[in-house]
């Protein structure tokens, strides 16, 4: 199970929003499921952000966004955002070496 998440922050909340992401890879490392994948880029213009989770099942992806690093980082993501956030599932066709 592949998602994407797709936002853009206003440009005084960045450092912010940077600091909540990598809290939640502080507790991602800590806890160190083999079974959770979780990548986050920020695009050329510095506002944008996109998140690439895959999970092993429902359970994995519950275990990630029902942690509190993660409620940390969701709790005013509206208010950070120029953008509101578009969760997508994505439907894999083929990968390379992806996960």
């Known amino acids: 199970m592949f998602v ?14 940077e600091e909540l992401v990598k809290a939640v890879y502080d507790e991602l490392r800590q806890n160190s499921d083999p079974d959770i994948h979780y990548a986050t880029f920020k695009l050329d213009d510095g506002q944008t952000y996109t998140h690439i989770a895959s999970f092993a099942s429902p359970e994995k992806q519950a275990q990630l966004t029902e942690s509190k690093s993660f409620q940390d980082f969701r709790e005013n993501l509206p208010d950070r955002c120029e953008v509101p956030p578009n969760p997508q599932k994505l439907n894999e066709i083929d990968s390379y070496n992806f996960v």
């Open 4 to 17: 994407r998440l797709l936002y853009k922050v206003k440009p005084d909340r960045t450092a912010e929003n």
